[in-house]
């Protein structure tokens, strides 16, 4: 019988309004190409930049999201524009957002 050959399994994608609490993701591309998407865009949220989702409404709409070094709040029908795959577990901090530290660890720095 042959063996078969493990093949490496891809990150799925999703939306941003789907990304987990607290596990950061990086953005694919943002679909539209209207004001909205032009806005996300001037707000950094372009593909590459790694985005964590830091909490959510009780009924879950809005968001917010920390990117760039700050916190950013979107609707559901924004962040649903935003395609993104989830970051893996070894990268490094430097990686995931572009070599800028933390806002939360340079809080606790102060």
Same mark, same amino acid.
């Given at each position: 019988?042959?063996?078969?050959?493990?093949?490496?399994?891809?990150?799925?994608?999703?939306?941003?309004?789907?990304?987990?609490?607290?596990?950061?993701?990086?953005?694919?591309?943002?679909?539209?190409?209207?004001?909205?998407?032009?806005?996300? *865009?001037?707000? %950094?949220? &372009?593909? =590459?930049?790694?985005?964590?989702?830091?909490? +959510? #409404?009780? !009924?879950?709409?809005?968001?917010?999201?920390?990117?760039?070094?700050?916190?950013?709040?979107?609707?559901?029908?924004?962040?649903?524009?935003?395609?993104?795959?989830?970051?893996?577990?070894? *990268?490094?901090? %430097?990686? &995931?957002? =572009?070599?800028?530290?933390?806002?939360?660890? +340079? #809080?606790? !720095?102060?």
């Amino acid at each position: 019988m042959p063996t078969q050959i493990p093949t490496p399994t891809s990150t799925p994608e999703t939306t941003l309004d789907l990304a987990p609490i607290g596990r950061p993701v990086r953005v694919v591309s943002i679909t539209g190409d209207d004001g909205v998407a032009r806005r996300l *865009a001037d707000l %950094g949220v &372009r593909p =590459g930049i790694a985005v964590e989702c830091l909490r +959510r #409404a009780p !009924l879950g709409d809005p968001s917010v999201f920390e990117l760039c070094g700050y916190q950013l709040c979107l609707r559901r029908s924004e962040s649903a524009r935003v395609r993104v795959v989830e970051i893996e577990a070894g *990268a490094g901090r %430097g990686e &995931r957002d =572009g070599g800028r530290q933390n806002a939360r660890a +340079r #809080a606790a !720095l102060r």
